[in-house]
């Protein structure tokens, strides 16, 4: 499940690993990460880093659009990471392995 031209991307939400496949999530016949047993997230177009955030199951829709919508009233733009940070919304690690998984889903497109 490694070639980078298959239809359908996942991502593991324990380890962060990225697979590829022919298949989707619902006729695929591994839905566990092969490295860690994890659960899988399909995603079809590179997520933002709140929809990874989300996801992961760190943060929650309501605390994404609040801090969505302090970015937009700002007068200077503030990535959404550190606002998220700044709020107590996520911790460090989280952020950083879904800025990893950005990475990685970017990187691979």
């Given at each position: 499940?490694?070639?980078?031209?298959?239809?359908?991307?996942?991502?593991c939400?324990?380890?962060?690993?990225?697979?590829?496949?022919?298949?989707?999530?619902?006729?695929?016949?591994?839905?566990?990460?092969?490295?860690?047993?994890?659960?899988?997230?399909?995603?079809?177009?590179t997520p933002k880093l709140g929809e990874i955030l989300v996801a992961l199951g760190v943060l929650n829709t309501a605390r994404?659009?609040?801090?969505?919508?302090l970015q937009k009233s700002l007068k200077k733009k503030i990535q959404i990471g550190k606002i998220l940070l700044r709020l107590g919304f996520v911790g460090r690690e989280d952020l950083l392995k879904a800025?990893?998984?950005?990475?990685?889903?970017?990187?691979?497109?």
């Open positions: 499940m490694e070639s980078e031209e298959m239809a359908y991307r996942y991502i939400k324990q380890c962060g690993s990225v697979w590829y496949s022919a298949s989707s999530l619902d006729t695929l016949y591994k839905k566990n990460c092969e490295k860690c047993g994890g659960e899988l997230i399909e995603f079809t177009t994404l659009q609040i801090s969505l919508n800025l990893e998984i950005q990475r990685k889903l970017s990187f691979q497109s």
